[in-house]
């Protein structure tokens, strides 16, 4: 809160009553901020905690790939259905801005969850388009895996190796890493730079997952499993279909609408990707050694404490 002083009012909508009360008991109780328990599902909810907002982020989603592939529909009124009402509720209040949180499981889907938000995409997208005269714009930002965020393979492996076993899909795995910090400043930074209908993708590094083992189970013993259900070995975070309508800056890429709205504000200029151009995990030049990666799971471990 203290870093972002300019801000009047923060309203925090979720259903989770226990983190909400755990955030409360960890010091973020200021005046400024405000508790809503709700569901994106309820669009009554939506309408009534978003009165007097400027600005929406929405991350919420159900993101366990094994869990949305066994609960389908479950999957879809939170991820597509939980999306279009936010659009609604936004658009009813008058809010000026809305950036929705996406994956990298959104390109090229093999599993529902990646392709229920890639639904959700492309409903904030072209939700400027059917805006209408009112001042709002949609945004998306897309990354990877947000460093030890619950249900992660980092905490995963942190409960198993305290049975000196941990067990690994497929040892060429690679993932995109971002950590919560730069996360959070990427997306604030990317709501003062949107004109609507863009995903921002930040340049982030990827590690492969036998070095994540190395780094916080090295004396444990690694039972391979095989790929579950939904999931690939690589991720990527522009597909070479987006490619062309991509713009490279110093430190992301802004993929542009195929079909701007005619109240689009200009994009920014950058360089143009080449043809065929395709960030994955698996080919980015940005990977992270068993050094980083030891440094960065430290920091993390230091910050819970």
């Given at each position: ?19 909400q ?30 009165y ?40 009813d209040?008058g ?15 093999i ?19 059917y ?100 999931e ?6 522009i ?26 504000g ?25 050094q ?14």
């Open positions: 809160m203290e870093k972002h002083k300019n801000f009047e009012k923060i309203v925090i909508f979720s259903r989770d009553e226990l983190k009360h755990e955030m409360q008991l960890s010091g973020f109780d200021s005046d400024r901020l405000r508790y809503f328990i709700g569901d994106v599902r309820d669009v009554v909810r939506l309408r009534r905690a978003m007097g907002i400027d600005i929406v982020v929405h991350a919420a989603a159900l993101k366990q790939v094994p869990a949305c592939e066994y609960n389908p529909i479950e999957a879809v009124l939170t991820n597509i259905i939980g999306a279009k009402n936010v659009i609604d509720a936004a658009l209040n809010v000026k801005k809305v950036m929705a949180i996406s994956t990298d499981k959104a390109v090229n889907p599993n529902l969850y990646g392709a229920t938000k890639l639904v959700a995409e492309k409903l904030f997208i072209q939700a400027n388009v805006s209408g005269d009112r001042e709002i714009r949609f945004s998306c930002v897309r990354y990877g895996n947000v460093l030890g965020s619950r249900g992660s393979v980092i905490p995963l492996f942190q409960q198993q190796q305290k049975n000196s076993k941990v067990t690994v899909t497929d040892p060429q795995m690679t993932r995109f890493w971002i950590t919560l910090e730069h996360g959070v400043n990427f997306v604030i930074s990317c709501l003062e730079k949107m004109v609507g209908g863009e995903v921002f993708v930040p340049k982030i590094p990827s590690a492969n997952i036998m070095d994540l083992v190395r780094v916080i189970a090295p004396e444990s013993k690694v039972q391979i499993i095989g790929v579950r259900p939904g690939k070995k690589q991720e990527v975070l597909s070479e279909n987006e490619a062309p309508q991509t713009i490279e800056l110093s430190d992301m890429f802004i993929i542009k609408p195929n079909q701007p709205s005619w109240k689009a200009r994009y920014p200029k950058g360089k143009k990707l080449l043809d065929g151009y395709i960030y994955s995990s698996r080919d980015n030049p940005q990977k992270l050694s068993v980083d990666l030891r440094k960065l799971i430290k920091n993390l471990e230091d910050h819970e404490k």
